[in-house]
């Protein structure tokens, strides 16, 4: 029986399904105390792999927006207590067990890195874990007519404040940490938001984003 569920959401044309095959080698590669189920929720399964559990997107809105779905009180699609959310843009290079094993209910990325913005504890929702159905008020309040204008993480970080912040290190951003060189040690994740994307990079990039599940 699995103990946690980890999930992606592919939405539209953005990205292809060499991004959720990619994304579910890095994790296969890096969890290995745990029983995990893999789920992509998506509007077009076609080309993902055939050990990749498909299920239909979790409500109606577009784009980043989608992810909200994964705030519901309930979710029959997700069969384990807690998941492991990834943006399909991250690059998995580290053990995962450790963030497996954290008790918080609910974890995400810290957004700046501290040396830019030390007191910052605003949210990067590239990646988090939550207990399924302990912030359901994300989900309860929002329409698309209350958006807000950065996006989903600013909506989560308003209405889910007091989340457990991952240590930086394990999830730093590429751009912001100018990480075109080398993969810095104790990272776990590389987050690529804006561009340049995974596919555009050369170098340790090419070589850490891995291929086709087995």
């Not at 991004?19 to 929720?41: M, P, T, W």
């Not at 009180?73 to 998995?92: K, N, S």
Request: proline share 10%; aromatic share 14%.
């Amino acid at each position: 029986m699995s103990e946690i569920t980890v999930c992606c959401i592919k939405w539209g044309w953005k990205f292809g399904p060499q991004y959720v095959n990619h994304l579910y080698s890095g994790v296969k590669r890096n969890i290995r105390r745990h029983r995990f189920d893999f789920v992509c929720f998506t509007d077009d399964p076609t080309g993902i792999h055939p050990g990749i559990r498909t299920e239909r997107p979790l409500c109606g809105y577009p784009r980043q927006w989608g992810k909200l779905g994964l705030f519901k009180p309930a979710i029959p699609e997700i069969q384990t207590d807690r998941f492991l959310y990834f943006d399909l843009a991250c690059v998995i290079v580290g053990d995962l067990d450790p963030v497996i094993d954290m008790t918080a209910d609910f974890a995400i990325c810290r957004d700046w890195p501290p040396e830019m913005r030390p007191h910052d504890g605003s949210y990067a929702s590239g990646a988090f874990m939550l207990r399924v159905g302990s912030r359901p008020e994300v989900w309860e309040r929002f329409d698309m007519r209350n958006r807000t204008t950065w996006g989903d993480q600013l909506w989560i970080y308003r209405n889910a404040p007091g989340a457990t912040l991952f240590p930086y290190d394990w999830s730093p951003s590429y751009k912001l940490r100018k990480l075109q060189t080398a993969c810095p040690p104790g990272a776990k994740w590389i987050m690529f938001h804006g561009r340049p994307k995974p596919h555009e990079c050369n170098g340790w990039v090419s070589e850490a984003w891995p291929g086709e599940p087995k």
